[in-house]
């Protein structure tokens, strides 16, 4: 089992950065693949970004696309969402979640396990 922590949320202007950490505890984290969601107000919950188990393949949502960077160093037991070009429709809380399968997965029902999200404020 794993639990995880995001960090990094906040305020932000329209085109400016945040770097969002989710800090995975247990010795198996790097076996799962990774990946971050959102969820903005009244909205489903809809997938960002995967990587999986030793990085390499990533995959990206179409709107963040060329704008948001998923890594992971699987010695500090962290995963990494560096967003760029930020955006007021980015505004959501995100979530990371892990899968114990070891590919980058877009389908939300593949995790089963979730941080308690960071919010993400972008003003226009």
């Known amino acids: 089992q794993v639990q995880l922590v995001e960090s990094g949320g906040g305020l932000v202007q329209a085109g400016g950065s945040l770097r969002l950490s989710c800090a995975a505890s247990?010795?198996?984290?790097?076996?799962?693949?990774m990946g971050w969601f959102r969820q903005a107000p009244g909205k489903e919950r809809e997938f960002v970004a995967a990587i999986r188990w030793r990085g390499g393949s990533t995959y990206y949502a179409v709107s963040v696309k060329g704008r948001f960077t998923i890594s992971r160093d699987n010695a500090k037991n962290t995963v990494y969402l560096q967003m760029n070009s930020l955006k007021p429709e980015d505004t959501a809380v995100y979530f990371c979640a892990a899968s114990e399968s070891r590919s980058a997965t877009i389908g939300s029902h593949e995790y089963a396990y979730w941080g308690q999200g960071t919010q993400v404020t972008v003003s226009s």
């Open positions: 247990g010795r198996t984290f790097s076996t799962y693949g």
